[in-house]
């Protein structure tokens, strides 16, 4: 037992096993009084422990941080998806992960959905997402699971958990990978305008089955990248991986005009790598400009036949893409921008799809794992230029940094940076509040939980209405 405690304590990756409010927490410091709203929080929690599951597929909990008047409240619950409620009536595990029945499961169930990745509010409602199943309407006060929304039945299938939302015109674009079934090469692609009226969806075929986490969306243009951590329904069947990484199969990017068809899509290529989020992307004359996270190589997934993808090369670092939409050829640049590895790129939405100047992440310590070990949180131009870096202490680790502004007319990046920070020697977590723009001088304001947050997915910020 005394060693099952140590080795959970060198993470903060398992789940918690309860749901909890905190109405008053503990803060060191004092919170700016302009951040009245809420941070809400997404990650895999997993209900009941499954043999060989994968930790992207553990159930969803949301944790909802709400500052007022310089008070702060803490509140958590397991998102109500048709799984969670099956197993939870029966008292186990029923899935495997990534859609998968163990052999004895109920043959009626067939819903697998987690929401376990991101949680955004558009068109006045918030919404838990994954990208396998449609959004799952959330009460954002109760954090009480609504359902299934899909936007009077004009969307249907897989929904990415990452989709932009146009800061001028307020329209949502998003796609969704597997868009003809379970590891199929067909995406799907669409919007949905201010009012929360779907505008858009169609299909089209990528190049082969890939896992696409994230994409990219400029003012005029769409991009999707397909790499090579591929989909096999043959692997899935005969107990192999269902999703592996296959170098050969090189990396293409699809570019479409916003206001386009995708029948008209031009592919571009460029050497394996893989990418799970996107910092932001914009239009330069006849180029488009991506900043993005790289990995050499995939983790968290091994080769075809089971064996590890190269531990050296499976860390993330801040690179550029540069896609010459005039030129005559078909491959687009990868220029890395820093050493420093790192993971969940974030930057003041306000200038999503148009040219930034700031830009967060949370930095990781090159000689342990990625995940599960980012320990600090970096500050960035628009040239990928450091600008500040701080460094959590020993042991401690931080969860993806999301951006306030101080107020909708502030300039770009004057406001505040949020992120959960885990305690590793009191197993605890505390809510960090940053200065955006002087991260080096660490937290102006800590709101102390009594418990941990798991290291989790991705959070926003929505002010008080």
Same mark, same amino acid.
């Given at each position: 037992?005394q ?15 309860f ?61 109500r ?22 052999p ?24 838990? =997402?994954?990208? *396998?199943?449609?959004?799952?309407? $959330? /009460?954002?006060?109760?954090? @009480? %699971? +609504? ?35 379970? =590891?199929?090469? *067909?995406?799907?692609?669409?919007? $949905? /305008?201010?009012?929360?009226? @779907? %505008? +858009? ?44 990484w ?38 330069d ?82 000689k ?59 197993n ?5 509040v940053f ?31």
């Open positions: 037992m060693q099952d405690a140590v080795a959970e304590r060198r993470h903060n990756l398992g789940p918690i096993p749901e909890a409010d905190a109405p008053f927490l503990k803060i060191i410091g004092e919170l700016p009084r302009e951040l009245n709203g809420t941070l809400f929080r997404n990650g895999p929690n997993p209900q009941f422990d499954s043999p060989g599951a994968h930790w992207f597929v553990g159930d969803g909990m949301l944790h909802a941080f709400h500052l007022e008047n310089g008070r702060a409240s803490h509140r958590n619950r397991w998102v998806t048709p799984k969670w409620l099956a197993e939870h009536d029966a008292g186990r595990a029923l899935f495997g992960g990534f859609g998968r029945k163990l004895d499961a109920p043959q009626d169930l067939t819903d697998g959905g987690v929401a376990n990745t991101n949680i955004i509010f558009h068109a006045g409602k918030l919404l838990a =997402l994954e990208e *396998a199943h449609l959004p799952t309407e $959330i /009460d954002p006060g109760t954090l @009480a %699971t +609504r359902g299934y929304h899909n936007y009077q039945g004009r969307v249907a299938g897989s929904f990415t958990a990452h989709p932009k939302i146009d800061p001028v015109t307020g329209e949502l674009v998003f796609f969704g990978f597997n868009a003809a079934g379970p =590891l199929t090469p *067909a995406l799907s692609y669409g919007s $949905i /305008d201010a009012s929360g009226k @779907a %505008t +858009r969806f169609e299909r089209f075929e990528a190049p082969y089955a890939s896992m696409v986490h994230d994409f990219i969306v400029t003012e005029n243009h769409v991009l999707f990248p397909i790499l090579p951590v591929t989909g096999s329904m043959e692997r899935a069947i005969s107990g192999r991986p269902p999703y592996a296959e170098p050969d199969k090189g990396a293409y990017v699809g570019v479409i005009k916003r206001k386009g068809s995708a029948k008209d899509i031009v592919w571009f290529r460029a050497e394996a790598c893989y990418v799970f989020h996107v910092m932001n992307a914009w239009e004359g006849d180029r488009i400009i991506a900043d993005v996270m790289q990995f050499e190589e995939a983790p968290l997934f091994t080769h075809p036949d089971g064996t590890p993808t190269n531990p050296e090369k499976s860390f993330a670092r801040h690179c550029r893409w540069t896609f010459d939409l005039a030129g005559k050829t078909d491959r687009f640049q990868q220029t890395y921008l820093d050493d420093l590895t790192g993971e969940f790129p974030r930057i003041d939405d306000r200038r999503a799809g148009l040219k930034s100047r700031h830009g967060w992440y949370a930095c990781a310590n090159p342990l794992p990625m995940f599960g070990a980012l320990s600090g949180v970096v500050l960035v131009d628009g040239n990928g230029t450091r600008l500040g870096h701080y460094p959590l202490p020993a042991g401690d680790t931080i969860s993806e940094p999301v951006f306030v502004e101080r107020s909708k007319d502030a300039a770009e990046g004057d406001g505040w940076l949020l992120a959960v920070v885990w305690r590793a020697r009191e605890r977590s505390d809510l960090a200065n955006a723009k002087d991260v080096e001088a660490g937290p102006v304001a800590l709101v102390q939980l009594g418990h941990r947050v798991p290291d989790g997915f991705h959070g926003n910020w929505v002010g008080a209405r």
